[in-house]
């Protein structure tokens, strides 16, 4: 594991954050400590020696390549984001923007190959692609919410993981194209840096379980910490990035931290990313582990549905915070 480590300048600004890198390979009791560790510290990790085959990964990537590559008015005959389908700027239904374009798709075989026929020109292979990524991110997701479990001690290793094994899940992949941005300097003779990034995706949580990032080597993704500084987290196109969900925050009776974070654009590079989102069917009963709840630690949340929470998160703006709805009376205000 290669310990988080943030690098400063002038002993006060932070310039980049090297996330836990955590090795699956390793004994599991070990990796499952781990994994609860930087939950608890960032919300935050990578992991490397993750079993997806690089296969799997090179024919998802190429295929979000093709079809961001596609003419606009190409790229509009998936049908326009509502939520599933092509998306350019807007993002949600309530006023966000950004330098995004993007493809959301549910995580559902016969959705996907429906939706394949507008999408590629070769539905099938476009369909095969997406369907083999997603059942291999969705198992590695399952092992980590099994680890998850584990180094909580919590009796039923499966709690978190069946909830998006079930067949109803409402779990999404979603592909982000961040176009390069050039930035051009309104005075030459100015001493201040003017290569600043624009926003690509705006500062958020992510209302489910667990996200699954794969990026390419082109830097981007930004994380809030305690401080509230904003921290470029460094590429790396061997690993996945892992990320605690506002539902797992929930689910852990707010243990783990599910961290706001942002995505800038380069000013030279294109940066595609591929993003599953782990989620439950949209009846499941969200609410802590019986062995988490405590006198000394109460519970923080009260029980709620998937549909309730999704419900609430899609009336609100990108940046706005979800979890507090459902905080108990009287308990201090943690999200």
Known sequence: MV???PTRI??????AIELPVIDLSGERSMVSNLIVKACEDYGFFKVKNHGVPHDIIAKMEKESFNFFAKPF???QKSGLANPFGYGCKNIGFNGDMGEVEYLLLNTNPLSIAERSKT??????????AVSGYIEAVRELACELLDLMAEGLWVPDRSVFSRLIRDVDSDSMIRL??????PILCKDKDSSSPCNQNKV?????????ILTILRSNDVGGLQISLNDGAWVPVTPDSTAFCVNVGDLLQAMTNGRF????????????????????FAAPPLNARIAVPPEMVTPIKPALYKPFTWAEFKKAAYALRLGDSRLG???MEGEEQVA
């Open 200 to 208: 690509g995706f705006g500062e958020h949580s992510d209302p489910q």
């Open 73 to 75: 008015d190409e790229k």
């Open 119 to 128: 999408i590629s020109n070769d539905p099938t292979k476009f369909s095969s």
């Open 3 to 5: 310990v988080a480590s």
């Open 10 to 15: 002038h002993g006060e600004k932070l310039l």
């Open 325 to 327: 709805l459902f905080r």
């Open 176 to 181: 982000n194209h961040y176009p390069p941005m």
């Open 257 to 276: 931290v599910s961290v706001r974070h942002k995505a800038l654009t380069n000013s030279y590079e294109s940066r595609m990313s591929m993003a599953y």
